[in-house]
């Protein structure tokens, strides 16, 4: 019975690395609900959700702050599943990368970890931005193991090292100052959990605004330099992983800057969420892929 698992998990396992894209960006999504509705301490504690119990107490006049935050910590349990199925096939199928395979699976431990810390905190925002920065960064890595795990093609073109590394420090600090942006914001995640960071909201927007424009710079100046070469077999899907980037990267600017002067409705923040998760991926892949077959960039 075992046995037949672990071929089935084996012969799944480029749906399982889809998946745990898919899960990790997800967590995201439903950590900005979470946000979003006000139900950061819909769970008073953590690992219980309230004192001697694992399920949230609902009730007429309180249902949807336990429902939404359980919602989230239940993510977990999928996130877990998936990473295991990652680890089983990357440890059967590549076994060159099978300690690699390990790291989704620590990752989300070590996000449920600081997820509890954030709850025990009350929702701090300087533990709430690594939060969603470690989030961000097993989405990265996700889509980096899945390229690696099907041996996608890269570009057949000169080494471009420096390119590739200054656009990944910029998505970094733009990441870094979005988090930020956030942690001086309204959206506190509770009602009651009112602490915001001292920082000048709409001076920390400009600088989070600079830096996606000197990263959209960086990106225009990678796509001059690839756009004559060839891959490895597939020009398409190389093109199409910096065609993505660029489209991400403009509607993700479009939508901050629609949030900024519209006084930050919740609709518009939970979309620039989804476009953190989407961007982060469209990032990932396009470093993979553009970086030269005869010179692999290391991921990070």
Known sequence: MLTRLLDFVARHGRGFTIANVIAQAGII???GVV??????????????CEPG????????????????????????????IVALGVAIAVWRNRPDLKWLGLVPGIGVIIQAVVGGITVLVDLHPLVVAPHLL?????????????LQY????????????????????????????????????????????TERLALD??????????AVWAFVAVLAWIIWRVRHDRSEGDRDEVRRAWVALLAVTLAQGIIGYAQYFTGLPEVLVGLHLVGVGALTAAHSAAH?????????????
């Open 29 to 31: 999504v439903t950590g």
């Open 35 to 48: 946000r979003l509705t006000g139900s950061g301490l819909g769970c008073s504690t953590w690992p219980h």
């Open 53 to 80: 119990r694992f399920t949230p107490e609902f009730y007429a006049e309180n249902w949807l702050h336990p429902a939404v935050e359980f919602g989230n910590r239940l993510l977990t349990f999928v996130l877990v």
């Open 134 to 146: 470690l989030s961000a960064l097993l989405v990265w890595y996700s889509v980096w193991l899945a």
């Open 150 to 193: 099907r041996r996608a093609p890269r570009r057949d073109g000169r080494p471009m090292r420096w390119p590739l590394r200054v656009s990944s420090l910029l998505l970094v600090v733009l990441l870094i100052l979005g988090a930020l942006t956030t942690g001086a914001g309204p959206h506190s995640g509770d009602a009651d959990a």
């Open 201 to 210: 909201p709409a001076l920390i927007a400009r600088a989070h605004a600079l």
């Open 288 to 300: 993979y892929k553009l970086s030269s077959r005869r010179s692999p960039v290391a991921p990070g």
